[in-house]
């Protein structure tokens, strides 16, 4: 347990380094999907805050700030982060980088990836140069993804991958991808698999768009054709990729989870149906979104009890299960408030300044779908007999 005076001095030192240096246009709390820096190769900064906004985050390891400083984090204790995100919140400052390499594959390199992996991804992850995305669902292996049948064989010098992933979030956009493939065909389903880094830009690698119900277009199809991956690549030991892709769920539906309690823009219910027509005057509308917002306060609350126990040495486990279920559920119920106080005008199809009510029914599907999730709860969270 870390002293409570040097956690005041870090409180004052942190709330001084956020007023000096974060730029004003990026205090106005805003999570809409044009205001998120998801950084990359290719990203187009929206404005020049925003750019020195990461830069001097980044500079003292503030986009991740548990990491270790060798890899380009602050390293923070938890109580440090959790100060860190208090004072974020305090000023109203936008999250500076957010990216599935922060959330997911980082995390899996600093459980099982070599000293040099490492050094050689996660600072460029940290520093918002490269973008990545994730290669685990497959058009006949989405809720059972250890059906993976996309192919990694061994060439000698590199691996040959042919196949393809679906639902891949953003990979049209992405620098490299992290992808589950079979690189033993006789094993059993769960063994022969392995986790391994695919550059995008690798001859034979390709996208295409999946244009969804909202009329946007976030997730993609990939497809490997003779792609050619050097062996340095694979995470983890050949053939057990599953304990990998298993740790990496966790963190994933632990960012799911904390998104959908977080979820509305930046504003508090409340405050959404002051500011619309329906207005405050309906106790129904009134007493759904006042749920809404306790049960949110009760899943981020939640989410802070697992991440203490993990700190302490424990894990997650299955438990992430009821975190992304949890969250998942909450997220449509907060985007139904929403749109009963918006009425017809909240039937948008594509408005990058709101929440969309229709992209929030993919919530219960990616991740692992709220049936999957609820399946997992009753068998290996409460005992529950099949």
Known sequence: MQDISDLDSFRTEIRYWLEENCPEQMRDGDTSEDSICWGGKNWNFTSSAQKTWLERCASVGLTVPTWPKAYGGAGLSRDQEKIFHE?????????????????????????????????????????????????????????????????????????????????????????????????????????????????????????????????????????????????TQVVGTINRGWDVAKYLLTHEREMISAGGALMGGGRSLGEVIASSETGLSDPVLRADAMRAEVDGLAVNLTIERYKDQVEGGGSVGDASAMLKYMGTELNKRRLEVMMSAGGSDALNWVDTDAPSWLRSKANSIEGGTSEVMLSIISKRVLGLPG
């Open 87 to 231: 004072e974020m919140a305090r000023i109203n400052a936008r999250t500076p980088l957010q990216s599935f390499g922060i959330w997911m594959l980082g995390p899996a390199l600093l459980q099982f990836g070599s000293h040099e992996q490492k050094l050689e991804y996660l600072p460029p992850i940290a520093r918002g140069e490269i973008r990545w995305c994730q290669g685990y669902s497959e058009p006949g292996a989405g809720s059972d993804l250890a059906g993976v049948q996309s192919k990694a064989e061994d060439q000698g010098e590199h691996w040959l991958v042919n196949g393809q992933k679906i639902w891949t979030s953003y990979a049209d956009k992405a620098d490299w991808i992290f992808a589950l493939l079979r690189t033993d065909r006789d094993a059993p389903k769960h063994k022969g698999i392995s986790f391994i880094l695919i550059d995008m830009s690798t001859p034979g690698v390709s996208t295409r768009p999946i244009r969804l119900i909202s009329g946007a277009s976030p997730f993609c199809e990939t497809f490997f054709d003779n792609v050619e991956v050097p062996k």
